[in-house]
């Protein structure tokens, strides 16, 4: 033994401190982790055990209002490719594999580049645990093929999966809308959506698709994998794992026959419009673009909801393409894409006439019976110039002129008067007296018709004028409103813009006693599979009430009836024949200057009067006089609502064709309604 | 006759062993023995438990058999080792030394095996050797020869003379290179240089030129980038490549999500699905703390507490100075080793490919670890002859 007892006894019990001193951090440290921050770390090691892939489920459908089906779905093939397989294959092989892959779908008629499927393999964007599409709708020989070859397309599957489908057509296409992928913006909006969203998922783009998105989007599944380190599957978790439920189905208010007549009609309307010759110095008529709306005014059902030109919802399954994207909201082709109905602002010319006529008998500056002597031209008092005098279109002098008459022959120089009156009194008045009452009827502001991107159109006012004028001063050549200004509003000109559905729920609440209603498009919401388990339905929305004396509305109306029936009246020759005694129509013709191009045709109608259920409004771009060019469409309509002629019937793929005769009660008005649009004379002009 | 009995008891007859007091068999050290017993007891559960494989498959026992068997040699060479009296390996001591220098020097040249970048393996058929886990051994036995010959008095010739023992194959580690293993040879010289009697200033000196080292050794060119951040990324694990931080999170998540009791054996997450890597063997302590929770991982640490008390007393019983070094030896070994490996998991210690004594998965490890405990025992066995 060491001669030096103490010093080994000593530098062994220093050891044995150290020893210790390692011990003890090593103790505090798994207290630390595994009593005191514990939960958290469970909650890391939870995240890192399981992978949820998410099932999309299909989409409900869209109905009209009987229940036909106007959006379904239908099966796709999608050739897919499994990225986690794709991955373990060697470098060679996978190129080798793309290339056979590229070949084979062009060969079968879904052209793709190498280089496209590499770049969709690669994009990070989609999920790790669902196969990458490279290629929809794909036929069924290329699916046969890649199945039977499945040594040669390692990684490659072929699938079946629900995308949309349009059995009539581009029919309400407008209304309908599109879907298509989500993108970054709408993913982030959604983000804590109970149905949630991943990327690659449809999303309801435009119209009822859009509105109505959380209910059509059905509630996804989902898979719950439970992933080792790598991220490979292990096991499925059935007790966390849910099936997809698919989306509910909307009802609309649109009736499809009445829709597809409207369409039909308009594109008639424009086609003969483009036909027709004009007079003298006229611009031809272009006839390029229009809208039609009927709706209930009882309630503000949206009946039908037409606008021209059309698109094809069909273009957007699958992903449309840039340059048909491009084209469809071109101006050279009229943007296909926007729906005229509620996007379309336009002058509506003499059809404003109804509001600006009430206008002035609300405020007291005309009674129903007051004359007017029209000699065809009005002059602002003290005023001195060219611009000081306003003509009647084509310089008709319609003689004394009351309400009502003034109303039906759409004696221009009656209303000039009332709008000079307006600015003279607007000292007692107040300055917009006129665009007040206007407003009451929805002008100005949107309808709330639940479709998106809805334009408010316009009812300028003295203040706006002023305003617009100092916010750009460059742009405008005045801030200042003149009496001229008050004048030609009263005949629907100037920077008045109106949409066809708010002129035809402007119209709806004249023709209802003063209810102002939001438009409706949808009826009901029902369940997937059981339609009569209704999940939602749409009462008729209320936006207002106008107070009408009674005197004053019959003045009107008889003025609008007399457009359609009386002698002079601007749409007579249009609905000569129709049945008038029973099933009276309340219109007003309107043709709107519109700067460098051709006028435009408004028609705005209802019946039967006095108690209407129909409210038709008829605007066509750059194709002449109201009564000729836009009144017929309403005609045509009218014959069918009044019962003269059938209604057609709807073939799949959208075409309209005559219903089966049925008896002999039905006599010569079987020829179709869009026909009839040539047979009609040409009449008055307003 | 007495030695010879001690040497191979298995030649006596039982009954000569009982009436002797000084048998070397009845003064094996039943505490340490169960100690060890129990901690291989529960990391041949951990092997079994990470390598058994996920799913509804059935039970992989691959691992585990292959494990059973590396255990099962290991405690024969203990016993052998613990038969021989331990005075004869101060003879055989330049033979051991000498021979695990030549593998050394023989594993880094074209024989050897190259894994996870490090060239530390014999490929013999089937079976991997490390000889660096060996050369442990024979550094211990080595440098206790060496410190028991030279007694109490150490210059700083005779302080050079001991450095060189462990620095030959210590410079060979570093060339596989395999940092880890050399900081356990650190290890093991300063707790033995502590103990043989050289002097305090020298002792700090030698801190000093260590700790020069560590930081000459990260700026020098030795290491790769990726050793490098292997044993800093614990400093700030937001920072380091993304494996070494996902390594490092793993472990702490699979090590805190335990709890206080555990998940269960088989039922850990983290060890089920491989999440942590390199789990049966140097991260095998996530699995102790994710599957029995801090009261299994608390217990396993309390159990090297104990084996690390009898080395420490067995040292201070030991007859002579040999056997102080050795122990001292073996005990700076294995604290080193639990220190840096439940360390590393814990995130209080850099990442380094050391295997948590007597639970990790590996032969080389297991073997020499045993037979260092054998030579232990053996000085407890022979306090009194």
Redesign the interface.
């Known amino acids: 033994m060491s001669q030096r007892v103490e010093s080994p006894r000593l530098r062994l019990g220093v050891l044995g401190i150290v020893v210790i001193a390692l011990f003890v951090p090593l103790f505090a440290r798994l207290w630390y982790l595994q009593v005191l921050s514990s939960e958290s770390f469970t909650e890391a090691a939870e995240a890192n055990r399981v992978r949820v892939v998410q099932v999309e489920a299909p989409r409900g459908r869209i109905l009209d209002r009987d229940g036909t089906v106007l959006v379904d779905n239908r099966v796709s093939i999608v050739v897919t490719v499994d990225r986690v397989r794709f991955a373990e294959l060697e470098d060679a092989e996978r190129t080798a594999m793309l290339e056979r892959l590229s070949a084979e779908l062009s060969r079968y008629g879904s052209p793709a580049t190498v280089e496209q499927l590499q770049d969709r393999v690669d994009d990070v964007r989609y999920s790790r645990y669902a196969p990458v599409p490279v290629a929809e709708d794909a036929t069924e020989e290329l699916k046969i093929y890649i199945e039977e070859h499945q040594e040669l397309f390692p990684s490659v599957a072929v699938e079946r999966v629900a995308v949309r489908r349009y059995p009539y057509g581009t029919r309400a296409a407008h209304v309908i809308g599109s879907v298509g992928e989500i993108n970054d913006e709408e993913l982030e909006e959604r983000a804590n959506k109970p149905k949630t969203y991943i990327r690659g998922n449809q999303i309801g783009k435009t119209g009822v698709e859009r509105i109505y998105e959380d209910d059509l989007r059905g509630t996804p599944g989902q898979t719950v994998f439970e992933v080792d380190a790598m991220g490979d599957p292990v096991r499925i978790l059935e007790d966390l794992s849910a099936p997809p439920i698919p989306g509910d189905d909307v009802w609309l208010t649109i009736d499809i026959e009445t829709q597809a007549l409207s369409e039909d009609l308009l594109a008639q309307a424009l086609e003969d419009a483009r036909n027709r010759r004009v007079s003298g110095s006229n611009l031809p008529n272009r006839g390029n673009a229009g809208s039609v709306v009927v709706t209930d005014p009882r309630n503000g059902e949206v009946l039908a909801m037409a606008s021209y030109p059309v698109f094809d919802p069909a273009d957007f399954v699958n992903g449309i393409s840039s340059t048909r994207w491009e084209f469809l909201n071109s101006d050279e082709a009229d943007k296909p894409i926007l729906n005229r109905a509620i996007q379309g602002v336009y002058a509506p010319g003499s059809t404003y006439k109804l509001f600006t006529g009430l206008a002035a008998m609300v405020h007291g500056l005309r009674t129903p019976e007051q004359p007017f002597l029209d000699q065809g031209t009005f002059t602002i008092e003290d005023c001195r110039g060219p611009g000081c005098t306003f003509r009647n279109a084509g310089s008709k002098a319609y003689g004394v002129v009351d309400m009502r008459r003034a109303m039906t022959v759409s004696s221009d120089a009656y209303f000039y008067s009332i709008g000079a009156d307006f600015w003279n009194n607007r000292g007692r008045l107040g300055d917009e007296a006129q665009q007040e009452t206007i407003r009451t009827f929805g002008f100005g502001q949107e309808t709330g018709v639940p479709l998106p991107s809805e334009q408010d159109g316009r009812v300028p006012t003295p203040q706006q004028r002023k305003a617009q004028y100092e916010a750009n001063p460059e742009l405008f050549l005045t801030g200042d409103w003149f009496t001229g200004d008050n004048v030609i509003m009263t005949i629907g000109q100037g920077d008045v813009g109106v949409t066809p559905l708010q002129l035809a729920n402007g119209y709806a609440t004249f023709a209802n006693g003063g209810t102002r209603y939001a438009p409706n498009i949808a009826r009901k919401i029902t369940r997937s599979g059981s339609p009569d388990t209704i999940k939602r339905s749409f009462e008729p929305r209320i936006n207002g009430r106008v107070e009408m004396d009674p005197a004053h509305r019959q003045a009107l109306l008889d003025g609008l009836v007399g457009v359609t029936t009386r002698d002079g009246g601007t749409a007579r020759a249009t609905f000569a024949g129709f049945p008038n005694d029973t099933f009276p129509v309340a219109g007003k013709t309107g043709t709107a200057e519109v700067d460098q191009k051709a006028d435009t045709a408004l028609f705005a109608a209802f019946g039967p009067a006095p108690a209407p259920e129909f409210q038709v409004a008829v605007v066509l771009e750059e194709s002449g006089f109201g009564g000729t060019a836009a009144a017929p469409v309403a005609r045509a309509l009218f014959d069918v609502f009044a019962g003269v002629a059938p209604m057609p019937v709807i073939q799949p793929g959208g075409a309209l064709v005559e219903p089966p005769l049925e008896g002999a009660e039905v006599d010569d008005t079987s020829e179709r309604p869009a026909d009839r649009l040539g047979q009609i004379a040409e009449g008055g002009a307003d | 006759m007495e030695s010879f009995a001690g040497r191979w008891p298995g030649t006596t007859r039982a009954g000569s062993m009982r009436r002797n007091p000084a048998a070397p068999w009845r003064h094996v050290d039943l505490l340490l023995l169960g100690s060890v017993g129990l901690i291989a007891l529960i990391g041949t559960l951990m092997v079994f438990s990470s390598t058994r494989g996920?799913?509804?498959a059935p039970a992989n026992t691959a691992i585990l058999e292959r494990h059973l068997a590396f255990v099962a040699t290991g405690i024969t060479v203990m016993a052998l080792t613990t038969m021989a009296d331990y005075r004869r390996f101060r003879d055989w001591a330049p033979l051991m030394y000498g021979v695990v220098c030549l593998l050394l020097l023989g594993v880094v040249s074209p024989f050897g095996t190259e894994v996870n970048g490090a060239q530390a393996w014999f490929q013999i058929g089937p079976v991997q050797v490390q000889p660096s886990e060996f050369s442990k051994i024979a550094v211990i036995v080595g440098l206790a020869s060496l410190g028991a010959h030279f007694?109490?008095d150490i210059d700083l010739r005779r302080l050079a003379i001991l450095l060189a023992v462990p620095g030959i194959p210590l410079a060979l580690i570093m060339l596989q290179p395999d940092p880890g293993t050399a900081m356990v040879f650190v290890a093991i010289t300063m707790?033995m240089l502590?103990?043989t009697?050289v002097r305090a200033k020298h002792i700090a000196g030698l801190t000093l030129v260590g700790l020069t080292a560590v930081v000459g050794l990260l700026s020098s060119g030795l290491l790769a980038d990726y050793q490098k951040d292997r044993l800093t990324v614990f400093l700030n694990p937001a920072a380091g490549l993304q494996a070494e931080a996902y390594n490092l999170n793993?472990s702490?998540?699979?090590?805190?999500?335990?709890?206080?009791l555990g998940k269960g054996l088989f039922n850990g997450?983290?060890t089920q699905?491989?999440?942590?890597?390199e789990q049966h063997t140097d991260f095998i302590f996530t699995a102790v703390?994710?599957e029995l929770?801090?009261l299994g991982?608390?217990t396993l640490?309390v159990l090297?507490?104990l084996v690390?008390w009898r080395i420490?007393r067995i040292?201070?019983l030991s007859?002579?100075?040999f056997g102080?070094l050795l122990c001292?030896g073996v005990?700076?070994l294995l604290?080193?080793q639990?220190?840096q490996n439940?360390?590393m998991t814990?995130?209080?210690m850099p990442i380094t490919g050391i295997p948590l004594p007597f639970v990790s998965y590996g032969g080389s490890s297991t073997i020499a670890l045993f037979a260092g405990l054998g030579l232990v025992q053996g000085v407890h066995m022979r306090r009194f002859t």
């Open positions: 996920t799913g509804s007694g109490s707790g502590l103990v009697g793993q702490k998540i699979a090590i805190g999500s335990g709890g206080v997450t983290q699905l491989d999440i942590v890597p703390g994710e929770g801090f991982a608390a640490l090297f507490a690390g420490w040292a201070q007859r002579d100075q102080v001292v005990l700076s604290a080193f639990i220190f439940a360390g814990m995130g209080i």
